[in-house]
């Protein structure tokens, strides 16, 4: 569908920020016109004229994520942890945040503790991402196995309803 409905391939790739602070090409399904990986991104905005028909289903239920299935298979990611930005943002919030960089001693993941939390959506303004970043480095020091489960649990119904999905 995403091929029959907009010109371009049907799987996009973004560098992304992974563990340790090295890039790894990031695996999603094609939701917008464009396929922006440069010194500036846009972040996606609620009615983003940029998003397809078929990738505004796909992004409120989040399935265009799931092709980042390869990416855990690769190494590059896990099931949970800090989602990665895209590096223009790394750039532009590490330097403005502090502890930023605290995100990548993890690797990124497909969910994680500030996606439950419903800290995911249009930033606005710099608490927005301070935010994503302050439930990352909570994530990250108090790690176990049974707070990954807890999160995959409570990542299900969010895929079905979240209203800063889109």
């Known amino acids: ?7 371009g391939p049907i799987i996009f790739r973004q560098h ?3 563990l340790g602070g090295q890039p790894f090409e990031l695996l999603k399904f094609r939701t917008m016109r464009v396929t922006e990986d440069g010194e500036t991104i846009r972040h996606a905005m609620r009615g983003d ?3 397809t028909r078929v990738g505004a289903i796909l992004r409120a239920t989040s399935v265009d994520e799931l092709p980042q299935l390869i990416n855990v298979l690769r190494g590059n990611m896990s099931l949970v942890g800090p989602r990665p ?3 223009a943002h790394d750039r532009h919030y590490g330097a403005l945040i502090h502890g930023y960089a605290k995100r990548f001693l993890v690797k990124p993941g497909m969910t994680g ?3 439950i939390r419903g800290l995911r959506g249009e930033i606005h ?3 927005s991402m301070e935010r ?3 439930a990352d480095r909570e994530y990250i020091a108090s790690w176990s196995l049974a707070c990954d489960l807890r999160i995959i649990l409570l990542t299900l ?3 079905l309803s979240d209203p800063h999905a889109y």
């Open 1 to 7: 569908m995403i091929r029959v409905t907009s010109p």
């Open 16 to 18: 992304r920020t992974g």
């Open 49 to 51: 004229s940029r998003v």
């Open 85 to 87: 930005h895209a590096l």
């Open 113 to 115: 503790l500030a996606q």
């Open 125 to 127: 303004e710099l608490y």
């Open 132 to 134: 994503r970043v302050r």
């Open 157 to 159: 119904p969010r895929m």
